[in-house]
C-alpha cells in the first residue's frame, strides 16, 4: 500500500563521542537507519519522536512543524502522533494484553480513529486474538514483540518508530516475527523508520536506507546499494549479510517447494526449503552471499538443485573478496555474490558475462508468517 508522506529533518545533537547531524528528507514508506552500536541509531529515532529535548534544528511531518528551534518551537511526544516501540519494548505489567493494546486508545479516538475497528484490524493482522486475556509476564519473546507493535498501532499512529525490532529474540523468533513487521508495512496506510544493524531486516522491510557512523550520515540509498558499498559491506558482512528477495509460491515438491523471485511472469524458479503456505502465496526468501557457487558452464550432474543462470552485472573490489552482482532477470533486483580474487581470474568474470549460479536447496531461509505457533515458542 503507497502512502504519500515527507518528514523534513535538519538537526544536530550533541553526544558523549560526537554530534549526531542529520539533514535528509525522507518521502519513502519505510526508512531504514543503519550502523553499528554506538553510531547514533537510537539518538536520531529519539530525536525524531521528541524524547531529547537537548536536539536543535527543524523536524517537520507533512505540514506539522514538530522542531524549530529558531522559532522556539517543540512539540511534545505526545503530541507527535507517533507510535514508538523502543528495544526493550517496555509493556505495561500491571495490564493484560487487551489493556496494552488500547492503553493509547483515547488519544486514536481524539485523532478521528475507530478504535473498535482498528482494535479488530490489528489483533487480526498480527494473530494476537488468543492473547488478549494474557498478562505480559507469561508472554513469550515473538508474543511481547507482536503486542508491543499491536500497542503503537492501536493508539493511531500516523508515524510508526521501531527501535532494534528483533535484536532481543533469537534467530528462530527472529524469523517468525519479521514477517508480521512487513505484513504491517503491506496493510497499514503508515510511514515506517526502522533502526537495524541487521542486514536482512532492513533489505525484508525498507525502502530506503541511511547509513550512520560517528553520527553522520555515510550512505543514502537502496538496501541493497547502500549495504554492498565498499564503505558499508565490511560492516554488513560482520553483521551477516544475505541476499533478499520477495518471491511467491508456485508448487510444493516433495521435499521442497519451487518459488518465483519478483514479478511472477520473470520464469525464474528457485527450489527451496519446504513453505507452508499455499501455491499463490508471498513469502520473502534470502541466501548468504558466500553460500552462491558461480560457474562458467552449466554443469552436468550436481546435488544442488537450482542452477541459475545469471549476467553479471558490477563487480567490487574488497580486502580480501570480490563481490559480483548478477541479475538473475530484469525484475528480479541484482543477486550479490562473494568470491575470491584468484576464483574471479580463473574463471575470467568480467561485466556482461553469462554465468550459472549454483545454490542448494537447504541454504534458502524463508520468511513467511507463522498462524499456527501461538505456543511459548512463538
Same mark, same amino acid.
Given at each position: 500500500?503507497p502512502?504519500?508522506?515527507?518528514?523534513?529533518?535538519?538537526i544536530?545533537?550533541?553526544?558523549?563521542?560526537?554530534?549526531l547531524?542529520?539533514?535528509?528528507?525522507?518521502?519513502?514508506?519505510?526508512?531504514?537507519?543503519?550502523?553499528?552500536?554506538?553510531s547514533?541509531?537510537?539518538?536520531?529515532?529519539?530525536?525524531?519522536?521528541?524524547?531529547?529535548?537537548?536536539?536543535?534544528?527543524?523536524?517537520?511531518?507533512?505540514?506539522?512543524?514538530?522542531?524549530?528551534?529558531?522559532?522556539?518551537?517543540?512539540?511534545?511526544?505526545?503530541?507527535?502522533?507517533?507510535?514508538?516501540?523502543?528495544?526493550?519494548?517496555?509493556?505495561?505489567?500491571?495490564?493484560?494484553?487487551?489493556?496494552?493494546?488500547?492503553?493509547?486508545?483515547?488519544?486514536?479516538?481524539r485523532?478521528?480513529?475507530?478504535?473498535?475497528?482498528?482494535?479488530?484490524?490489528?489483533?487480526?493482522?498480527?494473530?494476537?486474538?488468543?492473547?488478549?486475556?494474557?498478562?505480559?509476564?507469561t508472554?513469550?519473546g515473538?508474543?511481547?514483540?507482536?503486542?508491543?507493535?499491536?500497542?503503537a498501532?492501536?493508539?493511531?499512529?500516523?508515524?510508526?518508530?521501531?527501535?532494534?525490532?528483533?535484536?532481543?529474540?533469537?534467530?528462530?523468533?527472529?524469523?517468525?516475527?519479521?514477517?508480521?513487521?512487513?505484513?504491517?508495512?503491506?496493510?497499514?496506510?503508515?510511514?515506517?523508520?526502522? /533502526?537495524?544493524?541487521?542486514? %536482512? $531486516? @532492513?533489505?525484508?522491510?525498507?525502502? *530506503?536506507? =541511511?547509513?550512520?557512523?560517528? &553520527? !553522520?550520515?555515510?550512505?543514502?540509498?537502496?538496501?541493497?546499494?547502500?549495504?554492498?558499498?565498499?564503505?558499508?559491506?565490511?560492516l554488513?558482512?560482520?553483521?551477516?549479510?544475505?541476499?533478499?528477495?520477495?518471491?511467491?509460491?508456485?508448487?510444493?515438491?516433495?521435499?521442497?517447494?519451487?518459488?518465483?523471485?519478483?514479478?511472477?511472469?520473470?520464469?525464474?524458479?528457485?527450489?527451496?526449503?519446504?513453505?507452508?503456505?499455499?501455491?499463490?502465496?508471498?513469502?520473502?526468501?534470502?541466501?548468504?552471499?558466500?553460500?552462491?557457487?558461480?560457474?562458467?558452464?552449466?554443469?552436468?550432474?550436481?546435488?544442488?538443485?537450482?542452477?541459475l543462470?545469471?549476467?553479471?552485472?558490477?563487480?567490487?573490489?574488497?580486502?580480501?573478496?570480490?563481490?559480483?552482482?548478477?541479475?538473475?532477470?530484469?525484475? /528480479?533486483?541484482?543477486?550479490? %555474490? $562473494? @568470491?575470491?580474487?584468484?576464483?574471479? *581470474?580463473? =574463471?575470467?568474470?568480467?561485466? &556482461? !558475462?553469462l554465468?550459472?549460479?549454483?545454490?542448494?536447496?537447504?541454504?534458502?531461509?524463508?520468511?513467511?508468517?507463522?498462524?499456527?505457533?501461538?505456543?511459548s515458542?512463538?
Amino acid at each position: 500500500m503507497p502512502v504519500n508522506f515527507t518528514l523534513q529533518i535538519d538537526i544536530e545533537l550533541p553526544l558523549d563521542q560526537f554530534t549526531l547531524r542529520v539533514e535528509h528528507t525522507l518521502h519513502k514508506k519505510v526508512t531504514g537507519i543503519f550502523g553499528v552500536s554506538g553510531s547514533g541509531k537510537t539518538s536520531f529515532l529519539e530525536t525524531v519522536a521528541g524524547l531529547r529535548g537537548d536536539s536543535r534544528g527543524l523536524i517537520v511531518f507533512n505540514n506539522e512543524i514538530w522542531l524549530d528551534t529558531d522559532q522556539k518551537r517543540f512539540v511534545r511526544p505526545e503530541s507527535r502522533g507517533i507510535g514508538y516501540v523502543p528495544q526493550d519494548i517496555l509493556l505495561f505489567p500491571n495490564r493484560d494484553v487487551k489493556g496494552n493494546l488500547l492503553s493509547g486508545s483515547a488519544r486514536a479516538a481524539r485523532n478521528g480513529v475507530s478504535v473498535d475497528e482498528l482494535f479488530e484490524r490489528v489483533i487480526h493482522l498480527l494473530n494476537i486474538s488468543s492473547l488478549l486475556s494474557r498478562h505480559v509476564q507469561t508472554l513469550s519473546g515473538g508474543e511481547k514483540q507482536r503486542v508491543a507493535l499491536g500497542r503503537a498501532l492501536c493508539s493511531g499512529a500516523k508515524l510508526l518508530l521501531l527501535d532494534e525490532p528483533l535484536a532481543s529474540l533469537d534467530i528462530a523468533l527472529r524469523r517468525k516475527v519479521l514477517p508480521f513487521i512487513r505484513s504491517i508495512r503491506e496493510e497499514f496506510d503508515l510511514p515506517i523508520i526502522v /533502526v537495524s544493524h541487521n542486514p %536482512v $531486516e @532492513v533489505q525484508a522491510l525498507c525502502d *530506503e536506507l =541511511l547509513a550512520l557512523d560517528d &553520527g !553522520k550520515v555515510t550512505a543514502i540509498g537502496s538496501p541493497q546499494k547502500v549495504l554492498t558499498n565498499p564503505a558499508i559491506f565490511p560492516l554488513a558482512e560482520r553483521e551477516g549479510y544475505q541476499n533478499v528477495l520477495d518471491a511467491s509460491i508456485l508448487r510444493h515438491e516433495t521435499d521442497a517447494t519451487v518459488v518465483c523471485p519478483g514479478n511472477p511472469d520473470c520464469e525464474v524458479e528457485i527450489f527451496t526449503r519446504r513453505a507452508r503456505g499455499n501455491p499463490g502465496s508471498d513469502l520473502q526468501i534470502s541466501i548468504p552471499a558466500h553460500d552462491i557457487i558461480i560457474a562458467n558452464e552449466r554443469p552436468p550432474l550436481t546435488s544442488a538443485r537450482n542452477i541459475l543462470q545469471a549476467k553479471v552485472s558490477e563487480i567490487q573490489p574488497f580486502e580480501d573478496v570480490m563481490l559480483v552482482l548478477v541479475q538473475l532477470h530484469e525484475s /528480479v533486483p541484482p543477486i550479490a %555474490v $562473494e @568470491v575470491t580474487s584468484v576464483s574471479l *581470474e580463473n =574463471l575470467g568474470i568480467e561485466t &556482461g !558475462k553469462l554465468i550459472y549460479l549454483i545454490i542448494k536447496t537447504v541454504s534458502w531461509t524463508l520468511y513467511e508468517v507463522d498462524l499456527e505457533s501461538e505456543s511459548s515458542n512463538s
